[in-house]
């Protein structure tokens, strides 16, 4: 048996402990991705390599494989919070195509609610349900550029080693590049931080959602001296970073909108000071004209450029008096 299906095979066996009604062999084929006839031979594996599975069936006349799991600890706490927490975190992971994440979070899930008794599996299972019922999907509103899955999981594998990768970016008839991946920004766009050796020491951005393949190869590399990605990030407002444009940044926000102007972190080393007339005037170093318009749009006539010139041409003429409502 290789590794992988090994792994499968371990996996089955979690699930057929954790699931109160087990597993049946559509819910197989559909965890794993395979045919019917592949989950008929796993299912025989599992008989074969485990002594307490036990087939059931179902109100619908289908059989369903578990695994009988041994008592639990007596002093086993509640772990509908917990539950609650993964699930969040497994949804939202697969929401963004993180599915190397989104899988491993719903490993330790289904490990957790195997050491639970049948009865605390269950309560703590519906107690959990009820609970996303009600909080529904939470996701930043806005589009947002989709990331391919088949890509990220490249990406994070090739950020354990560090490990050179070789991607095809534009479009699949561009030339492949070499590239050492430092980080990622993800945001309303997302960018691979990575420096490309033929093309100096400087760390480059690539859009995730350009990269059309990855592959991670087997060689290392050294991380740029001094690195911090929280540094790196820090130089722009957003994602994109122009060094040209890099430099002091001051708002004034009008009295009106001072206060909540207040309730917001523009840049993580942002500094805001109140003025005798009641406006507030923020301040920071980033680069990203572009992306800070964007936002300042947002505020009508309520905020006021000071510096750059650059960025102050940019919004001139476009602030409304007429928006409802501040951000």
Not at 20 to 41: K, Y
Not at 210 to 233: K, N, T, W, Y
Request: aromatic letters at 8%; glycine letters at 4%; one cysteine or more.
């Amino acid at each position: 048996m290789t590794f992988a299906k090994a792994n499968d095979l371990l996996r089955l066996a979690q699930i057929a402990a954790s699931r109160r009604l087990g597993i049946s062999l559509e819910e197989i084929s559909q965890e794993f991705s395979i045919s019917h006839r592949t989950a008929q031979r796993m299912t025989a594996a599992l008989e074969d390599n485990f002594a307490n599975v036990v087939i059931v069936e179902d109100d619908d006349r289908r059989r369903r494989w578990r695994i009988e799991s041994a008592a639990p600890e007596r002093l086993q706490p509640r772990q509908e919070n917990t539950i609650e927490a993964l699930e969040i975190a497994a949804r939202a992971a697969r929401d963004e195509n993180r599915l190397r994440h989104a899988r491993a979070l719903e490993d330790i899930r289904d490990s957790l609610i195997t050491r639970l008794s049948p009865r605390d599996a269950l309560r703590s299972e519906v107690d959990a349900e009820a609970v996303l019922s009600a909080l529904g999907q939470v996701a930043r509103p806005g589009p947002k550029v989709a990331m391919k899955p088949q890509v990220t999981d490249v990406l994070i594998e090739a950020l354990r080693g560090p490990f050179k990768m070789r991607i095809c970016y534009g479009d699949s008839s561009s030339d492949p590049r070499i590239v050492e991946p430092h980080g990622l920004l993800l945001g309303l766009r997302s960018y691979l931080v990575a420096r490309q050796a033929d093309r100096g020491e400087a760390l480059r951005h690539f859009r995730l959602d350009r990269i059309v393949s990855a592959e991670c190869l087997d060689e290392s590399f050294p991380i740029q001296a001094g690195f911090s990605l929280s540094d790196h990030a820090a130089q722009a407002f957003g994602a994109y970073q122009d060094p040209a444009q890099y430099g002091e940044i001051a708002w004034r926000f009008l009295p009106e909108a001072a206060a909540r102007a207040a309730e917001f972190q523009f840049h993580p080393n942002q500094s805001a000071d109140y003025q005798d007339d009641g406006s507030l005037i923020v301040r920071f170093k980033a680069a990203g004209w572009l992306e800070m318009a964007w936002h300042l749009y947002q505020w009508g006539d309520k905020v006021e450029v000071l510096e750059p010139a650059g960025l102050k041409a940019l919004v001139a003429g476009y602030a409304r008096a007429d928006f409802p409502a501040l951000p």
